[in-house]
Nanobody
């Protein structure tokens, strides 16, 4: 069964940078789209960024546009989220997810905690 494993979350000061990774393993099918989502305590999970795996086309939530960059390494089947100019409101558990191009994200990682201190 396909597994997605996030890593890289930690405590970082406001204005700092952090890179998250999402490694895949046990893949049976290639994902059409992969994305990053985040969830703060007591809040709904929200979209952060997505990438069309093959084409590399990206899309970002307005709240992170121009600060975050999503990318992927095709050879390593790994997705990254480079986060710059971090703000306290970026504090959340960050999840990577994948879909098979059918309109929903059906595969999720376990999440990695990102805490941005003021």
């Amino acid at each position: 069964q396909v597994q997605l494993v996030e890593s890289g979350g930690t405590l970082v000061q406001a204005g700092g940078s952090l890179r998250l990774s999402c490694a895949t393993s046990g893949r049976t099918y290639g994902f059409y789209t992969m994305g990053w989502f985040r969830q703060a305590p007591g809040k709904e999970r929200e979209f952060v960024a997505a990438i069309i795996w093959s084409a590399g086309r990206t899309h970002y939530a307005d709240s992170v546009k121009d600060r975050f960059t999503i990318s992927r390494d095709l050879g390593k089947n790994t997705m990254y989220l480079q986060m710059n100019s971090l703000k306290p409101e970026d504090t959340a558990v960050y999840y990577c997810a994948g879909n098979l191009g059918v309109g929903s994200y059906d595969y999720w990682g376990q999440g990695t905690q990102v805490t941005v201190s003021s």
